[in-house]
């Protein structure tokens, strides 16, 4: 299938900001990291915006996004929904932290963040699961997002934590548990990718009636290790492991300025370039029939 760019971003950044808010939201519920809650909230809404301005170059005509709108089961409504809840939390807990003296956030209002955050990710990992494309059809695929939203967010709360110097422990351990999270979701959904393609395989040789000289999927299609996936591929394994190694290293000397950067950069890229993968992988079962 062709790679459609607007939505790797819309769902890499969409994962991005609902992990960035979901770790401001765990830290306000402890009470921590008060100075940069306004700052964090600023910035995943930027990062929400661009996530929601990039999926309207998916669409022919802007206002075609609307004829989706009226059905409840279509998943571009379910994604609207939740980030409309996201947005509505968001401004409650800016305007909460901004009548607070102390900065504190009530702690409703962090547990609510926290969960329109998932509510976020099971939407946009659920509307891509369908059976007639083996390689998507998978909770993997969900978990996917879920572990791009792991990696990045701790990372730029961790940034922006430095660059206003607060410091706050638990974010070290953060950063690991969400990058060893993404590491592992990220390579069992690369492993899924290439078992599902198996029930591909055998139709390499099956041809279009319309384009007799060409075969509707060839075999090295439908493999991660192969044709245009592969690039794809190996810039998604080399990316975990630099962030593996830069949250080793910001463990070791605390520079989250430096590491977190490194860290939300490597995420980044992983989830783009695993994205990238899934598309190309998402050969239909329609050559079947």
């Not at 301005?53 to 379910?78: D, P, R």
């Not at 946009?124 to 998507?136: F, I, L």
Request: proline share 3%; hydrophobic share 60%.
């Amino acid at each position: 299938m062709e790679v459609q760019i607007p939505l790797v971003i819309f769902t890499s950044f969409l994962a991005w900001a609902a992990g960035s808010y979901a770790t401001q939201c765990i830290l306000a519920f402890k009470g921590k990291a008060r100075s940069i809650q306004q700052l964090a909230i600023i910035v995943s809404v930027v990062i929400l915006a661009v996530g929601g301005i990039a999926v309207t170059f998916h669409l022919t005509h802007l206002f075609n996004i609307f004829k989706g709108f009226g059905h409840l089961s279509s998943g571009i409504t379910q994604e609207l929904i939740a980030i409309v809840l996201m947005v509505v939390v968001m401004l409650i807990h800016f305007l909460m932290v901004r009548r607070s003296e102390s900065g504190d956030t009530p702690k409703w209002v962090a547990v609510a963040g926290v969960l329109v955050s998932l509510v976020l990710i099971v939407a946009m990992g659920h509307s891509y699961m369908m059976p007639a494309r083996p390689a998507w059809d998978s909770v993997l695929q969900l978990l996917s997002l879920l572990g791009a939203a792991c990696i990045l967010g701790p990372a730029t709360v961790a940034v922006l934590a430095a660059v206003k110097g607060e410091q706050v422990e638990e974010l070290g351990m953060y950063n690991l548990i969400g990058t060893a999270a993404n590491a592992v979701l990220a390579a069992a959904y690369l492993g899924f990718m290439q078992v599902a393609s198996s029930s591909l395989q055998s139709f390499a040789y099956y041809f279009d009636p319309t384009h007799p000289n060409y075969a509707l999927k060839a075999s090295a299609d439908v493999s991660i290790f192969s044709g245009s996936a592969l690039p794809a591929t190996v810039i998604a394994i080399v990316a975990i492991v630099v962030s593996l190694l830069a949250v080793f290293m910001g463990k070791k000397d605390g520079n989250w300025k430096l590491w977190g950067a490194v860290i939300v950069a490597a995420g980044l890229v992983c989830a783009f370039a695993l994205r990238v993968v899934m598309y190309v992988m998402g050969a239909s079962l329609f050559m079947i029939y």
